[in-house]
């Protein structure tokens, strides 16, 4: 069974932790490279690559993901 299968046939609170998970997951990447680009003192260079709202994108994932492992913890600690 491949994976999406797996998770297709998870209760509706697995679901919900394993995507609040991997919003964490991306929230970290996201405030490691905000760390990144607060460090990069050239300008010029900053403008070559693009600007993406790191700060921005990790509010914003680490909010919804801590929000939906929140709403599964009960279910989740219930069925241990």
Do not use: C, H, N, Y
């Not at 964490?24 to 990144?36: D, K, L, Q, S």
């Amino acid at each position: 069974m491949d994976a999406i299968t797996q998770f297709e046939l998870l209760s509706d609170a697995g679901q919900l932790a394993i995507t609040g998970g991997l919003l964490w997951v991306f929230a970290a990447f996201a405030g490691v490279m905000e760390r990144r680009r607060a460090k990069r003192r050239d300008v010029d260079r900053l403008e070559q690559v693009g600007w993406v709202p790191w700060l921005g994108l990790f509010m914003l994932s680490a909010m919804i993901g801590g929000g939906m492992l929140a709403m599964s913890l009960p279910a989740v600690i219930g069925s241990m």
